[in-house]
Structure formats: structure tokens, C-alpha cells
């Protein structure tokens, strides 16, 4: 055997020191796994060792290649090859988080280090590198004894919720010491590096948190999340059983997908809204998730009304800046404002279309937006400012300007006489705040921002007009006063101290505590993977100990609930167990529909559902001709007989089921008081397995297999029962449809506040008067919306969770069947 | 730390009944309890309530949740002897239960159902509770276990944490 180099043994010996693998692998170019063998490998890979060179991360390796030693290629390659916790020492690569990060290579079996030079780095895959270039250390040293905070943002950007959180950060600094996360970083994050400790950015904290250096996460005593946008940091601190507050920056109208908003609610010890009016946009999602509103919620403005002046001089000057900007003498000219992104929902066109109204109504007045986004080839928003603008006149010789965002709008503010704050949803209205601090008076349309709260009842200067009234806004415009000295307005509070506060005491008042598992291993944040049991458990038991609703802990649970509802419609819904039906009884007579947009699973679904040869009548409905053909093809091939019909592409399976009822239709004549299945082949954008192991789920429950019925069919014909349907894990509430619910008229009493239980998947068995009750709800001449609509909110979604109403309305039972051992996620 | 299992009586009573005894009072309901959310917001007033989810789960296994859950940051601690109670307990045997565990605190006594053979009562003393070897038996009590394993379970207790003269 060659003498060892000494440099690489050494290294070697050095950093296994400790490590059980030297006493078995005193030689790093013997032993070891044959398919991470060095050789082979570098005979596979021509560039091998530039390849490693640039993984390397261990100052003693890198200088051993620096050097061109015989060996370190070989060494590093080696000690990589090693794993966990060796490989992320020694190199960017580490295998537990190249695993956690690619789900799919761990499921293969693969090694992971053969995996990532091989494959992995030729397509880009991601290293601890990412995680690496995203550690910054902040300004602020780190103090023995003192508390450490956690304040987790999206992107460390110029938005309103950046500042905010910038704020929190400042004044947290105060008394802790502060770490903030974030999930991508801007030109602005050099602003938080001078006000913290420290800075992680990265844009998958569920992977990478694992793979933080030691200690980044310990003793933390207050975790705060700032806006939606550090939804990404929910995972993490669940599955660390980490409480924490979230700041809810957004009103829930302008949060998509309803992920963004759901979970953030769901995990949150406690929630935070910056207003009254912020706060009334979440009313309905905390309804469906079953919130303590007065424990577990707070609204705890980050800027207040305070009204103030500015110094005569300092008021002139400000004119005279803005007149030498604009190339006109503004003199005692009435001077409007408006400030913000150029866009829809900052109002901009509507501030302009004040300014072309005041040009007769108020020549004297001049108006001036303070704002970035005019991109004329913008199609969002600035294709259509530009065209407007050109069109009515802006700038020299005209009463309206528009100056860039920057130091200016101080001086805007310090100089207008009042602010226009024409956004029509403005969850953070900061900038007319500091306006009414800056002197000037703000005219807002109700209902579109803060200014709206009771709180501002009273105050002078504010003046809300009929949300959207240019008309209105000018006349209060008009009769807005000259701005005259005065006194700079008392400084903003710090909230810091009062949200630390209040989430120390909702933690310390916390008596309720969920323990063990429940019936169904669901997931919610966290894969289905086997791997990530106990992570799931850990998320459902933090969901119980909140007594907030998602995944119901058994069907007893259920059971429980609707006992104790006293709804007209809970009162008529019931649990019963799955059973496969005796093979020999007769089976009641049923008609089955089959809505077909998607046609992929159709063949899968004739040859593995029995209910398909055993209805009496079969109708599949479908959008076009060609579709047509194409099922009658495959009900031939099965040897099925069955009626295709083509429908409109409206109202997704829905309508189509309801339009087979309508006289109009002209479809043989369906009988009233038939028994149906309704079941659909619809597939949503960007289905996972996920959405197929649902289907399943759904048919099985519903209808069997390919050799047996479920007993739904028995239970669907029993006298008295108007409704079939799945028995879910997941609870899910009016969601969407909450807003539509005051539209539903003709039903016997008030829907209950949550429906509880409905057919998730608008698939189930129904009695023809069940769905004629439907109808009488939603007839024919509804204003049905046609195509592309929401995924959620709309009519089809409402209709989805009042099917047990339509039942309960003629006295008919509905009754979800629980089959536990169905996958259902 | 006072437990009671699934309480048969009603919570002014037992709340009236059990005042004395030391430490956070606690009632443990288990997965078949059928209790409304109403009641558990009138028992939240004077007791901490945990709620076990896993079907069919022995009373030594609702123990180890409970007090692991109880030491967790957030959780309300535990010191002093612990008293667990299932179903019900009169007066004159609560008295002495505090009595015994006031007077002797290695004292570990156990009473199981005769029909059924779970473990109805359970009596720990404060040097039992307060030993950190306690929380390392409960955290090694492994899943699954029935309530046929608990007098073996008691006995392993007994053995490592009851001095023997």
C-alpha cells in the first residue's frame, strides 16, 4: 500500500475525529459504499474534481486543492460520501437537506451525492449553498441575557408590510435580540441587517431550517410573522412547536390562493390585524375555522391619526421645491396629493379623473400624485394611465402632475393643503396617516381603508365620502381649508412592547390541550409522506389545542357537534360506517351521472366501478361533439349502456346535473322521485396525486369497486333519506360562498353558521326531489356565471355545501358515510 | 398535579370536592368522552382540560401525555404529589389520598377496576413526582401499551424511584 499523503490523511483523521467510521475506515481510498466509490465515479464524470472543487467549504480541504495535492479531489469526495452530518461540514452539499428539499429522489432510493452529481447539478438542483448566501449577519451584537425574538417577512422590499415589519424590528431591538427571516431579499435588506442581529433569507424555510448553523433558532422567546408573504415560515415553526404571533397585513380579498390566508389563521397563537377594518375582511374565514375572537385575535394599529402641522417656514420651503420640480409658481394655489404605486386599487385613475373634474369645478386647485408604476407597456395598469393621461393633459399647463416616488413626497406632504386618498382597498394607509400628521386634510372613500374605523369617528380632518364618488371626493376637496402653521404631530408609539405583551399573556392563558392522534392522518402543512407522521400530528394537535376547525379528529367528533348544533339542517345530518354491500340482495333501482370534461380516467373508472353496469340508467354529459364520440366509444369497448349529452361548458358538473332536470332540456323525461349518483371526471388545473387519491376516496366510499357496490345505494333508498354523501377528515366552512349566502331566499330558517359537513367534491347520492328542491332554490333563469371562474365564491361552490339544506328542506336526512381506511390525502 | 379521567362528577362538585390538593388541577378527557364544547368551556374556569384524541389509549398512557404535555413550555408545570382519579372518588377517600401523599412522599399506590382491570386510581408522592427520573419513565413508555402493562409498568416505577429499606 502508497504511503497516505500526510496533509489528507491527517484532514482526514481530524475531522472524523470521534467518528466511529475511522476506526473501520482508517483510509478514506479503501472501504466505504462501492457506488460512491471515488473512481468509478470520476471515470463516470470527466470533471469530477472541478465539480467538487466547487462544493468545497472546509478551509482545510480547499486549501488541500488549492495546493493541487495528489489526493484532496479523492478526500473530499470521500468525507461528502460520508453523509450526514459529515457531508454539510465539509462542502455545500448535504444529503439530509437534499433529501428534504427533493422529496421524489429519497422515494427512488437513490444515494443522494451520486444523485446530485450525476443529475442534480447539471439540472440545477438546489445545495445548502442557497441557504448559505442567504445567512446575514446583522449590525446589532448579540448580548448575553437577553431575549431573542424571531420577525419573518416575505420579501424585504419598499411595500407597506416591509416597513411594517422594518418598524417591529426596530423597536424589538429595543429589548431582544432580533433575528429576521425572510423568504426573499431586496435592496432594501441592508435596512434590516443595520436594526438586527442577524438575517436569514430563503424562499423554503420548511427545508431549510433544519440546516440552520446551531443555536440560530434556540431560547427564542417571541416569533412574529409579518403579512402573508411568511406563510412559507409557518411549517417550521409548528413542527418545532414554536408559538408565534401573525401581523395580518392584507385584507383577505386581495390573498391568493386562500392558502395564504387560511393557515396563517389556522397556526397562529395569536392574530394581529391592523385594523378594524382589516379585521372585518377576516370575520369569515374565523368563522369557518372557529375562532375565540376575543382570546386569540388583536387589533393593534401600526400608525395612528395624529393631528399635527408644519412650520410656516417649512411649508414655504416645501412649496417652493415642489414649484421649481413642476416648472410653475404653485403660489396659494389649493394643492392636492395623492401618493402610492401607480394601479387600480391605489385609485390612481381616480385621482385623475378629481384632478379633470376639478378643472372646472376648482381651476384654482392643483393636483399631484407622488408615485412609481406609470409603465406604458404595462397592461396591468400603466398602458391604460398613459393612454388617459395623454388624452385629458397632464403636466406643464395643466392641474395635475406626477412626480417619481422618492424625498419629494415629504416635502408633497408638508406642502399640500390635503391628501386625496382615492385607494379603493388600502389595508395599510400609512401615507394619508402621516399627511394628517403633516397638516393636511384627507378626503377617503368609506369602507376602502382604516380611515374608515370608529375610531376615526370625529376627526376633523377626515373626511370619508361614498366609497368610489369622484363627485363627492371633489366637493370635499373643494372645501378643504388652506393649511395653516402649526405644531409637528406628538411621535407614533412604538406596538412592539403591547404585541409581545399580548402574546406572552395569550400563551400564559392557554388551559386547553389537545393530545394524542386522531382518526384520520391527514395532511394540512405537511406532506402525506410516510416520513412526516409525526410532523402531521404535531400540525392537527396544535389545530385541536386552538379548538379551531380543519381535520376532524374522528366522525365521533362529528357526531358530537352536530348534537350539539341546534340548526334545522345539522339536525337532519348524520354519521354512519362504511360497509361493502351483501352481494346477493337486490339492488334499488338508481340512475347514475357522470359529468366527463376530463375524459383520462374514463376507461380506469367503466372497468373499476360496478355501480357503472349496475344503474338502471346511465347518462354521461360532456362539452363537446367530439368528446361525445369519444365516451360512446368507450362505453362500447365496456360493454356499457349509457346516454351521452352534450352540455354547455358552464357550471362545471353542477349544471350540467341540475340541467338534466329542467323540461327545457329536452332529455327523456327524468323522473322526480328517482335515486341518483352524481359523480364527475372534472380535474382542476395543476392536479396532484393528491386530487387523485380525493377521487378515489369519493368513488369507493360512494359507489365500491369494480366487483362491489358500498352500501350508499341502500342507504340512498331508505325512506326519508335525501342525501348521500362521503364522510371527509377535512371540515371545511362557507368559505367563498359566505359571501353569496344572504342571495339564497326560500329556505325554511337561517343556514347555520358552518355548514359542518356537505359533499366535498359535489359528489353523492340524491333522491330527484332532493335535487327539484335545488332547483327551486336555483332555477333555471339563475344568472348562472359562465366560464373562467374563481376556485372558489361562486354559485357552483355555494350549491356544492347546501345540498344537505335542499334535503333538510323537505324533511329528508342527509348521511356521510365514514370509511376510515380510505386514503384520503 | 391532580388528574381526573373522564369525571363522573359534576365539575362544581368535583371542583368543590378536590380544592385542596396541591399543584394544577387537571381533567383528562378521554377519546370516547362525550363532551360538549359548551361543558368544556365551563370546566376551562377552574381546570386545565386536555383533551386525548387516540383511540383506545391506556390510562398510563393518558399519564405520560398529560405530565409531558403539562412540562412543555406553555404548559402548566408540575409539582407535589399527583392524584390521578378516574370516574369518580367520594370524599373520605380523597381526604385520605392527601392525607397519605402529605405524610409519605415516596408513597406509590395504584387501584385497578376488579371487572375490567384498569387502572382507576393512582397515587404518586411528591419525591416520586419531582424525581427527573419520573419524566424519563414516562417519555420511555412506549405507544401501544395496554392496560394490562400497567402493573408492570407501576412495579418498574416503584422499583427505580421507592427507595427500598
Redo the contacts between chains.
Sequence with gaps: MTELPDRAAQLWRDILAGNPVLEQRPDFREGGAPELAYAPMRDRLADLDARLRGLVRHPGVEALLDDGAEDAAELLHSLIALGAPVDARVSDFGSTHYLATYPEVAQAGVAPFSHYLQHGMAEGRITLRRLRDGLFPGSVPRREGRPRCLIALGATDESATARLALNLVRQAAATHDVTVAATNASSHLDRFREACCSVIVTPAPAQDFDALPAGVLDWLSLTLLVGTGATPFLRPLVDRDLPFAVYATEHTDEILPRWRALFPALFADLLVFPSEHVRASWSGLLADLGYDIGHDTLTLPPATLRPGGVKGENHANARRHLSHLLGLNIGARRLVVGAGVAHWRAGTDLFVMAAQAARSSDPDALFLWVGDGFDHESAAFGLWSDRHLREVGAGSGTNLHILPDGPVLADALAAADAFFHASRLDPLPTVAMEAVAQGCHVVAFSGASALSDPTHYGIDRLHCVPYGDIAAAGAALRAVPRKMPGDPAAPERDIFPVLAAALTERLASQRYFALGDGDFDVPILVSNRPAHAASRTRERRKVWTSRRRMVWPSADAARAELAASDSWVHRRISVSPFQWRAGDAPVPEFSLHLHAHHLGDLADDLAGYHAFRAARRLIVTTDTQGKAETIRRHLDRAKIDGEVFVMPNRGRDILPFLRLFWPSEGVSKVADDGLWAHVHLKKAIGTSPSGDIWRRFLMTILLGDATRLSSAVDLASQDGTGLIGAFDPYTSGWVGARRLLDSVTGLPAPLPERPLLFPMGNMFWAQGSAVTEMIRLFPPEYPWPAEPIGNDGTVYHLIERLWPSAAASLGLRSVFIEKRDQPRA | MLICIDPDAPLPALRAQTGDWPGPHCI?LS??A?????A?DVA?AD?????????D?STLL?LR??VL?AL?????GLSGPLLLVRGSITAVEFDAALCEAQAQPFILGAIFGAADGVLTRLLLGAAIVENPLFRTFLTNLADGLTEGHTATSLDLLRTHLVPHD
Excluded at chain 2, 381546570?47 to 383511540?55: E, K, S, Y
Design positions: 383528562c377519546r370516547n362525550a363532551v360538549s364544547g359548551e368544556i376551562l381546570f386545565i382540560v386536555f383533551r386525548h384524541m387516540t383511540r389509549v393518558l401525555d398529560v404535555r412543555t413550555p406553555g404548559g402548566p
